[in-house]
């Protein structure tokens, strides 16, 4: 994938001196007093700033925070937070610049100012040209970095792009661009992909753009339901799609002809209701009454999971197997995250319940590549291109042809 790098910038020394206006992702949750519940954005996004700050740039960083209404300040929308926040991971005063779209502050080589949320621009979600020629005008160097928010088209994420007078990839988003790439593009094999959540339909054209890659696809959750479906199974009152058994067969099917497999629970765990206290019941997959409700898989699956998951050379996570967040329907899950944890594969994961499932068994540090990136991270499993992406992609060619 070719784009240019604010690293290779950087070490020419070309980024000295200059205005750089860093598009970061720093949307982050927040409780409902404001104050941040979890920072992994924030500390993402810190290595391009300080690649900035260390080249000898005029730094300005923004980012949107949740989805305000564009020319309507309230203070909820504001990213003070986040601006005390990044000050004291840094360890430096980093100063709030509220109607900034005018250039009407300053910034000195060697400071870092955050420009309030991006998304309270007028014009910002519809990418107006006007606006995007005024983002342009601030900056020297525009640096790409909010891989998190690379599937919008919007001002700061593709009309700067497009006007700056460079326009290239932070280091979080290069990062994210090469893991991905090395595990769809020229993956070590098998690669094993998991794909889990309640819905088939949100997920078909991942699945049906994995089944032409992967050599194992496993499916969990509701996801798993409406294969089981497929297979010939009944799966009781437990949540599926029977509309998409079609799309189901056809992606097994799929897979077939290549020579490669969705795996069938063979064993689940099911209740009689939807609820933490509920009584979990381990059966053959065989066996699942009318009123049973599948809530994980079973431990002769989850074993035969993790013991391929052991042998993969490449694994792509999206999606806990079971309802993780009960005891008693999370040892799917679990025996799945300790298998990568412990496999010699080459691990990447992505997805916000991913995520929770990783933080909840402890396995940060053994999965090689853990995105930031929620929608972004799906579509680019879906094969597509992301447009902020791509426009980065045409800047570089456009300068090669100069
Ligand atoms: C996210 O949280 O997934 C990204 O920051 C993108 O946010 P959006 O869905 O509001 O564009
Ligand atoms: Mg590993």
């Known amino acids: 994938m070719s784009f240019i790098r604010f690293s290779d910038l950087c070490s020419s020394g070309r980024v000295k001196g200059q205005r750089v206006f860093i598009r970061a992702d720093l949307n982050v949750p927040q409780d409902d007093a404001g104050h941040i519940t979890e920072d992994t954005r924030i500390r993402a996004s810190i290595p391009a700033i300080q690649m900035a700050l260390d080249a000898g740039a005029a730094v300005m960083v923004t980012s949107h925070l949740g989805r305000p209404t564009e020319g309507a300040f309230k203070p909820e929308d504001s990213l003070q937070p986040v601006a005390a926040r990044l000050g004291e991971l840094m360890d430096r005063p980093v100063r709030l610049v509220a109607n900034w779209v005018d250039g009407d502050f300053s910034v000195a080589p060697g400071e870092v100012v955050l420009l309030e949320n991006c998304r309270l621009n007028v014009g910002e979600k519809k990418n107006s040209p006007e606006l995007a020629k005024k983002l342009g005008a601030l900056c020297d160097i525009f640096v790409h970095d909010a891989f998190g928010t690379s599937h919008r088209a919007e001002g700061t994420t593709y009309g700067i792009a497009e006007t700056a007078p460079i326009?290239?990839?932070?280091?979080?988003?290069?990062?994210?661009?090469?893991?991905?790439?090395a595990a769809l593009l020229a993956p070590k094999r098998p690669l094993v992909a998991i794909v889990a959540g309640s819905k088939v339909s949100t997920k078909l054209t991942i699945l049906k753009s994995l089944a032409n890659n992967v050599d194992q696809l496993i499916v969990g959750g509701g996801i798993a339901n409406t294969f089981m479906l497929a297979a010939g199974l009944k799966i009781g009152k437990s949540l599926a799609e029977a509309d998409l058994v079609n799309e189901a067969k056809?992606?097994?099917?799929?897979?077939?002809?290549?020579?490669?497999e969705v795996p069938i629970p063979t064993d689940v765990v099911t209740a009689k209701a939807f609820s933490a206290d509920a009584v979990a019941t381990v059966k053959k997959a065989t066996e699942v009454d009318d009123d049973d409700l599948i809530l994980d898989i079973g431990p002769e699956t989850a074993q035969q999971l993790a013991a391929q998951l052991m042998k993969a050379g490449t694994i792509v996570w999206n999606g806990p197997v079971g309802v993780f967040e009960f005891a008693a329907f999370e040892n799917g899950t679990k025996v799945i995250a300790e298998a990568i944890a412990k496999s010699s594969a080459f691990s990447i994961a992505g997805g916000?319940?991913?995520?929770a499932a990783i933080a909840k068994y402890g396995i940060e540090s053994e999965v090689d590549y853990i995105s930031t990136g929620g929608g972004a991270f799906l579509e680019m499993l879906e094969g597509?291109?992301?447009?902020?992406?791509?426009?980065?992609q045409q800047r570089c060619q456009g300068k090669q042809a100069e």
């Open 167 to 181: 326009a290239c990839a932070g280091p979080l988003l290069a990062a994210e661009m090469d893991a991905i790439a």
């Open 250 to 260: 056809a992606v097994i099917e799929a897979m077939k002809a290549r020579g490669a």
């Open 352 to 355: 916000g319940d991913t995520l």
């Open 384 to 392: 597509k291109v992301l447009p902020a992406v791509e426009i980065l």
